[in-house]
């Protein structure tokens, strides 16, 4: 039978049907015409034309017989062909549906697997490449030896999985970590400008920080890696959103379930062996604390976890981790079993200062004089190649030094530059020496005003010292009770050893943890006006948490006028406008200040006061903030508290 698959065969077969009816029509109309005219006729006029056979009536109905039938299989053909179009529109319509059925179930698929991965609740600023981590790297140039030690060992299939670089404070080590990390996310050498083979990726990064309390907390560390590295290993989606549903708390729960069902066995259970290599940074892990007793020996667990990556065959999987080289760390890692320690801990001994260190030193102190004397406008040949590698030398082999002292150059002008220069060259020799004279330019020489200096030094560069999380510059100054612009003033004076925001609401942090460790130490820090005793700052933010709580919390914080309402229907922005930055701090993080106070919870009748005033009130405040696993954790301390010190 015929196909008529083009628009122009059907034109054609409508036109060999009209012919074909047409015709048909002429025949019959022939043959009534010819049967009418012979009826007309006499009887036996008829019969004579019949036996002469005149009208040749059985060959006239025969071919009427066989137009018929030829107009009935071209309608048979049109009828199969519009069966055929309805049945091929029909799949054809099937397919479609099937295509956005599945394309809707994927989108279903993929919005369940991204609410399981959201559970996780990963701390993205701790992790590289957030904007608290946006700091700068290596100079090109420096660091050679040791980065080309960390890119051969990350290459090194038979190397150890675990490489520790340990250093003093301000030896460059978080920098290093920034590096690396840089480096493998965007398959860069560490060297040169070639590209690391393919295989080579970021798994994860964690930079710990003790002045944050999600990152320096171990429970987040393993949740952070697992959302990261599921980005760089969709093949692992399926096996870590099995493992999120199966095990609900996993985000919070031990340190071993997390390990196993966030990374280990999704890495392990992977259908094929993969040719890549995936690195983890752990940037200060000494910094890494929950702050419970129960938890002392979590970086023990966070080490020996770690070392269970060589048990993996599907992909090789390589952990950088830098430190400071303290007696607890160095405990940890020899408490690892001896073939373990053997296999997975190389330790880096390049940052006690040599030769290749001093001329790193020189290469920034050079490059970052450049900057100023660009900046203000120098002659060429400033400060001169003596005082550079002068300067270079007072750096004594720290990169923290190098740098503080060129910010502290920086924020000169053509008018006072040499003055500061030579502050830094006539003072003490090392760190300290240089965050002294930094702190003494903002003094004025007049006694009253500099106490009033040391007395706002001490009320807010001391809060931020000891605050939990970073705060903003104006939701800092509301808590402490200083006014907005005396708070600017004295940042001002300070760029040299603080990060400062571009306006008043993103967070305010120190550079570098040294000038923490120098402000609080006083046989280090030995102007009094600046040294902070850390018991009497935590005393002070405990009660100027009370006391804005006091203020602010009532019944109804958010006017929802419903008891009923859900805490999801609620919009942050209400949230926001009804309990600003530093109430919600406050509400959150007053236990952590008096436990790490000199009060003694249970003589204190300020405390007795606040709770029976509005205990319910933060309650309410904790709840409208998605905060009440926090609230309960508090309760707890609080008990456990009050117990110890009754």
């Given at each position: 039978m015929?196909?008529?698959?083009t628009?122009?065969?059907?034109?054609?077969?409508?036109?060999r049907?009209?012919?074909r009816?047409?015709t048909?029509?002429?025949?019959?109309?022939?043959y009534?015409?010819r049967?009418?005219?012979?009826?007309?006729r006499?009887?036996?006029?008829?019969?004579?034309r019949d036996i002469?056979?005149?009208?040749d009536?059985?060959?006239?109905?025969?071919?009427i017989?066989?137009?018929?039938?030829?107009?009935?299989?071209?309608?048979?053909?049109w009828?199969?062909?519009?069966?055929?179009e309805?049945?091929?529109?029909?799949?054809?319509?099937?397919?479609?549906?099937?295509?956005?059925?599945?394309i809707?179930?994927?989108?279903?698929?993929?919005?369940?697997a991204?609410?399981?991965?959201?559970?996780?609740?990963?701390?993205?600023?701790?992790?590289?490449?957030s904007?608290?981590?946006?700091r700068?790297?290596?100079l090109?140039?420096?660091?050679?030896p040791?980065?080309?030690l960390?890119?051969?060992?990350?290459?090194d299939?038979?190397?150890?999985p675990?490489?520790?670089?340990?250093?003093?404070?301000?030896?460059?080590?978080?920098?290093?970590?920034?590096t690396?990390?840089?480096?493998f996310?965007?398959?860069?050498?560490?060297?040169?400008?070639?590209?690391?083979?393919?295989?080579?990726?970021?798994?994860?990064?964690?930079?710990?920080?003790?002045r944050?309390?999600?990152?320096?907390?171990?429970?987040?560390?393993?949740?952070?890696?697992?959302?990261?590295?599921?980005?760089v290993?969709?093949e692992?989606?399926?096996?870590?959103c099995?493992?999120?549903?199966?095990?609900h708390?996993?985000?919070?729960?031990?340190?071993d379930?997390?390990?196993?069902?966030?990374?280990?066995?999704?890495l392990?259970t992977?259908?094929?062996?993969?040719?890549?290599?995936i690195?983890?940074?752990?940037d200060?892990?000494?910094?890494?604390?929950?702050?419970?007793?129960?938890?002392?020996d979590?970086?023990?667990d966070?080490?020996?976890?770690l070392?269970?990556?060589?048990?993996?065959?599907?992909?090789?999987?390589?952990?950088?981790?830098?430190?400071?080289?303290?007696?607890?760390?160095r405990?940890?890692?020899n408490?690892?079993p001896?073939?373990?320690?053997?296999?997975?801990?190389?330790?880096?001994?390049h940052?006690?200062?040599?030769?290749?260190?001093?001329d790193?030193?020189?290469?920034?102190?050079?490059?970052?004089?450049w900057?100023?004397?660009?900046?203000?406008?120098?002659p060429?040949?400033?400060?001169?190649?003596?005082?550079?590698e002068?300067?270079?030398?007072?750096?004594?082999g720290?990169?923290?030094?190098?740098?503080?002292?060129?910010r502290?150059?920086?924020?000169?002008?053509?008018?006072?530059?040499?003055?500061?220069?030579?502050?830094?060259?006539?003072?003490?020799?090392?760190?300290d020496?240089?965050?002294?004279?930094i702190?003494?330019?903002?003094?004025?020489?007049?006694?009253?005003?500099?106490?009033?200096?040391?007395?706002?030094?001490?009320?807010?560069?001391?809060?931020?010292?000891?605050?939990s999380?970073?705060?903003?510059i104006?939701?800092l100054?509301?808590?402490?009770?200083?006014?907005?612009s005396?708070?600017?003033?004295?940042?001002?004076?300070?760029?040299?050893?603080?990060?400062m925001?571009?306006?008043?609401h993103?967070?305010?942090q120190?550079?570098h943890?040294?000038?923490?460790?120098?402000?609080?130490?006083?046989?280090?820090?030995?102007d009094?006006?600046?040294?902070?005793?850390?018991?009497?700052?935590h005393?002070?933010?405990?009660?100027?948490?009370l006391?804005?709580m006091?203020?602010?919390?009532?019944?109804?914080?958010?006017?929802?006028?419903?008891?009923?309402?859900?805490?999801?229907?609620i919009?942050?922005?209400?949230?926001?406008?009804?309990l600003?930055?530093?109430?919600?701090y406050?509400?959150?993080?007053?236990?952590?200040?008096l436990q790490?106070?000199?009060?003694?919870?249970s003589?204190?009748?300020?405390?007795?006061d606040?709770l029976?005033a509005?205990f319910?009130?933060w309650?309410?405040?904790?709840?409208?903030?998605?905060?009440?696993?926090i609230?309960?954790?508090?309760?707890?301390n609080?008990?456990?508290?009050?117990?110890?010190?009754?």
């Open positions: 015929s196909s008529y698959s628009p122009e065969d059907r034109f054609k077969l409508g036109l049907l009209r012919e009816t047409i048909l029509y002429s025949q019959v109309l022939e009534q015409i049967l009418t005219k012979q009826l007309s006499s009887g036996l006029f008829q019969y004579m002469a056979t005149a009208d009536w059985k060959e006239m109905l025969t071919e017989k066989c137009t018929d039938k030829s107009i009935e299989d071209i309608l048979g053909d009828s199969k062909k519009t069966v055929q309805i049945h091929a529109e029909l799949t054809s319509m099937k397919h479609e549906v099937e295509r956005q059925l599945n809707v179930l994927d989108t279903i698929n993929t919005q369940a991204q609410d399981q991965l959201n559970t996780l609740h990963p701390v993205s600023r701790a992790a590289f490449g904007y608290e981590q946006a700068e790297t290596c090109v140039g420096t660091q050679v040791l980065l080309q960390i890119q051969d060992w990350s290459n299939a038979q190397g150890e675990i490489l520790w670089l340990q250093g003093m404070a301000g030896t460059g080590k978080s920098t290093i970590a920034r690396v990390a840089s480096a996310y965007n398959g860069t050498s560490l060297l040169g400008q070639e590209t690391l083979p393919n295989e080579a990726c970021l798994g994860g990064s964690f930079f710990f920080d003790h944050d309390e999600d990152c320096r907390n171990p429970r987040k560390l393993f949740p952070t890696l697992a959302r990261d590295l599921v980005d290993l969709p692992i989606q399926q096996s870590l099995d493992g999120i549903r199966s095990h708390a996993t985000h919070a729960g031990s340190l379930g997390q390990w196993k069902h966030l990374i280990f066995n999704p392990k992977l259908k094929t062996t993969l040719p890549v290599t690195l983890f940074v752990l200060a892990l000494d910094e890494c604390q929950a702050g419970t007793r129960e938890d002392q979590d970086i023990s966070i080490l020996a976890l070392s269970q990556v060589r048990e993996l065959t599907t992909v090789r999987v390589r952990v950088l981790i830098t430190s400071r080289p303290e007696i607890h760390m405990r940890r890692f408490e690892m001896e073939e373990i320690r053997d296999e997975t801990v190389y330790k880096i001994r940052l006690d200062g040599d030769g290749v260190r001093a790193d030193i020189t290469r920034l102190v050079e490059y970052r004089l900057e100023v004397r660009r900046k203000h406008d120098l060429r040949d400033w400060p001169g190649k003596e005082r550079v002068k300067l270079a030398e007072k750096a004594d720290l990169f923290i030094y190098a740098a503080t002292a060129c502290f150059l920086s924020m000169a002008n053509r008018k006072t530059i040499e003055d500061r220069l030579g502050r830094i060259f006539d003072g003490d020799v090392g760190l020496g240089m965050y002294t004279r702190l003494q330019l903002v003094l004025t020489g007049e006694v009253d005003n500099d106490q009033a200096i040391s007395d706002l030094f001490k009320q807010v560069v001391g809060s931020i010292l000891v605050l999380i970073p705060l903003s104006a939701a100054s509301r808590l402490v009770e200083v006014e907005l005396d708070t600017r003033w004295l940042m001002g004076h300070l760029y040299s050893v603080l990060e925001p571009q306006g008043d993103g967070p305010v120190l550079l943890l040294s000038f923490r460790d120098f402000l609080l130490a006083s046989q280090r820090c030995k009094s006006r600046f040294w902070i005793d850390e018991k009497q700052a005393r002070n933010i405990y009660q100027y948490c006391k804005i006091s203020n602010a919390l009532r019944r109804d914080i958010c006017c929802l006028e419903d008891p009923g309402t859900h805490m999801t229907d919009k942050p922005s209400v949230v926001h406008e009804s600003p930055e530093q109430v919600q406050a509400c959150s993080h007053w236990v952590d200040h790490q106070s000199d009060i003694v919870a003589d204190d009748t300020v405390l007795y606040f029976r509005h319910v009130h309650l309410e405040a904790m709840a409208v903030m998605g905060r009440i696993p609230a309960i954790m508090i309760l707890n609080l008990i456990t508290l009050q117990v110890n010190t009754s």
